[in-house]
C-alpha cells in the first residue's frame, strides 16, 4: 500500500476551503503532493493527451483533472484527494491488499473526489486508456459517469483486487442546508464546490463525440436556449 496524498489545483488562486482542507491534512500528519501546473509532468500530460489538452484550452480545468489524476496514479500510486474534502479518520487500513479502490457518491453512481490505485492496477490502465484514445467516440465526459460505466456496467472491478465503499464512507455530505452531522464510518467528507458548473464551453464536452449536425443542433440549443 502507498500511503500517500496526492491533489491537484490548476489556475492561479485556490479557494479558502482548499487550503483549509490541505492544512487539516498535514496537521493530521499525512504525506501529500500538491501538483500544480509549474509540474513539467502535467503540462507533458496534458500536451500529449487531446481531450485533456483542448479542456485546457477552453478553459475546462476540472475535466482536466479529471485526467491527471489518474496519471498522478499510475505514475506514483496512493490516495488521490479532491482540495475539498476533509479527513475524519485514517483512510489508508481500507486500501490494505487493494489495487484500486474508489466510493459510492450516491446510490448508483461512483465518486472521483476520492480513488486510490496502485500504479500497475488493470483497472487505473483502462480508465486512462479510454481519456487517451476512445473518449472522443462516447457521449461520456462526466468523471463520475465514466468511473460507473466501468467498474460497474463494465465490470472492471471483478478484474481485479478493488473496493467500492457505501456513501457513508466518502460521500457523507449530500448539501444538507442545516444540521449535518457525519456518521460513525465516515472516513472522508466530500464537500461538493463543483467548480466544473462555472466552466465555459461546456457545449464542447456536449457535443466531442457527435457529427458536424449534431455539434451544431447542441451548440444552437446550447446559446440560444430560453
Not at 108 to 137: R, V, W
Not at 171 to 194: I, R, S
Given at each position: 500500500?502507498?500511503?500517500?496524498?496526492?491533489?491537484?489545483?490548476?489556475?492561479?488562486?485556490?479557494?479558502?476551503?482548499?487550503?483549509?482542507?490541505?492544512?487539516?491534512?498535514?496537521?493530521?500528519?499525512?504525506?501529500?503532493?500538491?501538483?500544480?501546473?509549474?509540474?513539467?509532468?502535467?503540462?507533458?500530460?496534458?500536451?500529449?493527451?487531446?481531450?485533456?489538452?483542448?479542456?485546457?484550452?477552453?478553459?475546462?480545468?476540472?475535466?482536466?483533472?479529471?485526467?491527471?489524476r489518474?496519471?498522478?496514479?499510475?505514475?506514483?500510486?496512493?490516495?488521490?484527494?479532491d482540495?475539498?474534502?476533509?479527513?475524519?479518520?485514517?483512510?489508508?487500513?481500507?486500501?490494505?491488499?487493494?489495487?484500486?479502490?474508489v466510493?459510492?457518491?450516491?446510490?448508483?453512481?461512483?465518486?472521483?473526489?476520492?480513488?486510490?490505485?496502485?500504479?500497475?492496477?488493470?483497472?487505473?490502465?483502462?480508465?486512462?486508456?479510454?481519456?487517451?484514445?476512445d473518449?472522443?467516440?462516447?457521449?461520456?465526459?462526466?468523471?463520475?459517469?465514466?468511473?460507473?460505466?466501468?467498474?460497474?456496467?463494465?465490470?472492471?472491478?471483478?478484474?481485479?483486487?478493488?473496493?467500492?465503499y457505501?456513501?457513508?464512507?466518502?460521500?457523507?455530505?449530500?448539501?444538507?442546508?442545516?444540521?449535518?452531522?457525519?456518521?460513525?464510518?465516515?472516513?472522508?467528507?466530500?464537500?461538493?464546490?463543483?467548480?466544473?458548473?462555472?466552466?465555459?464551453?461546456?457545449?464542447?464536452?456536449k457535443?466531442?463525440?457527435?457529427?458536424?449536425?449534431?455539434?451544431?443542433?447542441?451548440?444552437?440549443?446550447?446559446?440560444?436556449?430560453?
Amino acid at each position: 500500500m502507498i500511503k500517500r496524498i496526492h491533489a491537484i489545483w490548476l489556475g492561479n488562486k485556490m479557494p479558502p476551503l482548499a487550503f483549509v482542507c490541505i492544512d487539516d491534512w498535514k496537521k493530521q500528519g499525512f504525506d501529500y503532493t500538491l501538483w500544480t501546473e509549474k509540474n513539467p509532468l502535467l503540462q507533458q500530460w496534458i500536451s500529449e493527451c487531446r481531450f485533456a489538452k483542448e479542456c485546457y484550452d477552453k478553459g475546462l480545468l476540472a475535466f482536466v483533472t479529471d485526467y491527471l489524476r489518474l496519471k498522478i496514479l499510475q505514475h506514483e500510486g496512493g490516495l488521490y484527494l479532491d482540495v475539498d474534502v476533509t479527513i475524519q479518520q485514517d483512510p489508508f487500513p481500507l486500501f490494505d491488499n487493494c489495487l484500486f479502490s474508489v466510493g459510492y457518491e450516491t446510490e448508483a453512481l461512483l465518486g472521483t473526489a476520492a480513488i486510490y490505485a496502485e500504479p500497475h492496477s488493470t483497472i487505473l490502465n483502462q480508465l486512462i486508456q479510454f481519456y487517451e484514445n476512445d473518449i472522443y467516440q462516447s457521449p461520456l465526459y462526466m468523471g463520475p459517469d465514466i468511473m460507473t460505466h466501468f467498474l460497474i456496467e463494465k465490470a472492471l472491478s471483478n478484474t481485479e483486487s478493488s473496493q467500492l465503499y457505501p456513501v457513508a464512507y466518502f460521500y457523507n455530505y449530500q448539501g444538507e442546508p442545516m444540521h449535518f452531522e457525519k456518521p460513525a464510518n465516515a472516513y472522508l467528507t466530500h464537500w461538493f464546490q463543483h467548480s466544473w458548473k462555472k466552466s465555459k464551453g461546456l457545449v464542447f464536452l456536449k457535443s466531442k463525440h457527435m457529427g458536424l449536425l449534431g455539434k451544431f443542433y447542441v451548440w444552437q440549443k446550447y446559446f440560444f436556449r430560453t
